[in-house]
């Protein structure tokens, strides 16, 4: 066995991947350059530190959930709409998410509240916050299920420690009590170390009815809205703006 085979076998062994994968070209630059052996040593460990950061945010990313649009970069404004590019930008700098504030977006259906909420979720991971985009639905069944489920439990545990949490969608439909109570008693539990991004199409007044329980909903309101942005979107449906026939006519 050579010495880059010996290399190779530690490398598997001890699972540091990203180094062997660049130790040949770490190791010609240290040569042509004549690098000392601890500044070669320091490359290496850089280069691994950036594989693990890379894997890292790409699981980040799949156990996100994200929808395939959460790109903010492509947010356009509109004149119908009062979130104008600036605000979107302070919202991207994450400050609100440090200091634990929440943000609800909402509107009527297609005025770009999922897209929103989904590109905040997204520049949090990039910026190395844990952070996950769930529907309402998601939330309910995983909560319905988590005592009896291993992966319920496991993605309880794992919004549990979230800095982040997007519920899409909420009081889209009618909730059943015992869910509503579960779902109280989730954001009870994780609101005064968690931030929410919400969407709805509903206004907080209608919550009671969703809900069956005005004692409920106000409960539930009163977590969300105490450390709160609430911004309301108006306008077209995007989706009707845009909407795609069959004959392209």
């Known amino acids: 066995m050579n010495q880059k085979q010996q290399i190779d076998l530690y490398c598997r062994r001890y699972k540091i991947m ?3 994968a660049q130790i040949d070209e770490t190791a010609k630059e ?11 040593l320091v490359q290496l ?15 980040q990313l799949k156990i996100a959930r994200l929808p395939k649009r959460s790109n903010l970069d492509e947010y356009e404004d509109r004149p119908d709409n009062d979130l104008s590019k600036q ?4 919202l991207r700098e994450l400050g609100w998410l440090d200091q634990l504030y929440n943000v609800i977006l909402m509107g009527p259906s297609g005025v770009g509240k999922t897209f929103l909420a989904a590109g905040l979720c ?7 916050y844990k952070a996950y985009f769930r529907t309402m639905e998601d939330i309910v069944n995983m ?4 005592d009896f489920a291993r992966a319920s439990m496991a993605e309880y545990k794992r919004l549990a420690k979230a800095n982040l949490i997007v519920i899409d969608d909420i009081m889209l439909f009618p909730i059943e009590k015992n869910h509503a109570v579960n779902l109280f008693n989730f954001i009870n539990q994780t609101y ?19 809900l069956d329980d005005e004692v409920l909903a106000t409960a539930l309101l009163d977590r969300l809205l105490f450390r709160c942005e609430v911004i309301s979107l108006s306008g077209k ?4 703006e845009n909407r795609k026939t069959i004959f392209g006519t």
């Not at 240290?30 to 070669?40: G, H, K, N, V």
């Not at 605000?87 to 302070?90: K, L």
């Not at 199409?201 to 009815?209: F, L, R, S, V």
């Open 18 to 20: 990203g180094m062997a």
């Open 30 to 40: 240290a040569q042509e350059q004549q690098l000392s052996y601890m500044t070669f």
């Open 45 to 59: 460990f850089e280069k691994e530190g950036l594989h693990r950061d890379i894997q890292a945010k790409e699981r």
């Open 87 to 90: 605000r979107i930008n302070t």
């Open 122 to 128: 997204a520049d949090a991971i990039e910026k190395g």
């Open 143 to 146: 909560l319905k299920m988590k």
């Open 192 to 210: 005064e170390n968690t931030s929410f991004v919400i969407t709805t199409n509903k206004m907080p007044a209608e919550w009671a009815k969703m």
């Open 237 to 240: 449906s995007y989706r009707m």
